[in-house]
């Protein structure tokens, strides 16, 4: 966590070297001809947002509000606790989005006003705004699952927040015997990232089969079906045998309750203990969303396509993890993509100008082993107030492609992360 003394020093530092207008409602702001845009999270959604802003009108006074000075980003997240990554290699700071000219504000925004259009830091900051871009991610429902508590997770890590989680995850696996068993819960949809929870298994069989040969991997679903879900098992039988077994919802996958104490996964039929125990617990919006009224009884946001405004409070748009979208997938490819669009239609609503209708593409790639990849694609619209897939538009990776292919896909995977973290934080 950052020293909120000094954040708020180098906050005051940085908007008194540059645009000090967003930093209190002072009445020389209406002045500011191309308005002010705070955005709070500075994740694939959000940065990505506040420099395409920056860039389609560089009058619009853009304020990023993050909570930490460095990104711990997810994607290959999963790399690091199968051991076959250093978590360094997932770090990126702000220093390239501040160049653009954004003020960065770092702290956690713990409240906002519509009314008043301002955002309050938790250190009792107030920063005004015409528009807001809510893009602050994921929370766990710590009511959600019983026994699975803020203490749990750490014995229990869910590491569905890359950073310290990510890093227990790895040194537990590390620590375990040899024969030790490994179970994953995974969640009912929807919750960011569909496919990681399968690509986790797949890779910490990998480091299993090299380091603890005689160990395996549970996967305690409370799906019937999952993303990508041939190429998985197709993957899983050819690549690590019976060292992944995967239980459905309807074969008594769903975990009802956690035991911490023992790490122990409590389903309608069984018990089940754990060497080391991975909960990825159900999620919903992070909590400024919840604070600023933009969630609905279903935790999320909903948003409008062609704006990402909120459908429940005007004047904020919601992005990334913790809007609901119709189709669009929690995906960081997704998060980066609509971001674009909802700079360009902020920008345009700032103008007086009413906004373009989009599509977008995403693509997700996961990989079954280091050098083992597929990925699926899609093409989005939006089309009766909701965004839809494309139908014939996309596609996936063939069910019996080559390992060259497989190989080269996971060398893809690679190139898409160096590329959207290069334009998001580089
Ligand atoms: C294990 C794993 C693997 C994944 N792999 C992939 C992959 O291969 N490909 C892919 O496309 N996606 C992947 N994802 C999904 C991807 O990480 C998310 O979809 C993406 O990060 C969403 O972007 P976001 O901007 O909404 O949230 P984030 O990128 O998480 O950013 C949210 C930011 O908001 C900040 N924040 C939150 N609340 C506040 C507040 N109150 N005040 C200030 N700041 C705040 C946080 O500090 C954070 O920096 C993976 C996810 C996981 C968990």
Partial sequence: MIDKRSSRRDFIRTAA??????LFPLPGLAQNAGGRVVVVGGGFAGATCARALKRLDPRINVTLVEASSTFTACPFSNDVIAVQ???AAQRFDYKKVAADG?????????????????????????????RLVLAPAVDIRWDALPGYTEAAAEIMPHAWKAGEQTLLLRRQLEAMEDGGLVVISAPANPYRCPPGPYERASL????????KPRSKVLVLDAKDAFSKQRL????????YGDRIEWVSLSNGGKVTSVEPATKTFVTDFDRHTAAVANVIPPQKAARIAEVAGVTDRTGWCPVDPVTFESRLVPGIHVLGDAAIAGAVPKSAFAANAVAKICAAAVARLLRGEAPAVPKFVNTCYSLAAPDYGFSVAGVYQPASGQWLE???????????????????EAKFAHGWFNTITAEVFG
Avoid: C, H, N
């Fill in 102 to 130: 954004v003020t960065m504000a770092f702290g956690t925004a713990s409240g906002a006003d519509p009314q008043a259009r301002t955002v309050t830091l938790a250190d009792g900051t107030r920063i005004s705004y015409d």
């Fill in 85 to 87: 990554r250093d978590i």
């Fill in 204 to 211: 910490i069989a990998y480091y299993l089969k090299i380091k």
């Fill in 232 to 239: 998985f098992q197709d993957a899983w039988k050819e690549l």
């Fill in 17 to 22: 070297a540059g645009t000090s207008a967003a």
């Fill in 390 to 408: 494309v139908e014939g538009a996309g596609g996936i990776s063939p069910a019996d492609a080559p390992r060259v292919v497989r190989s080269q």
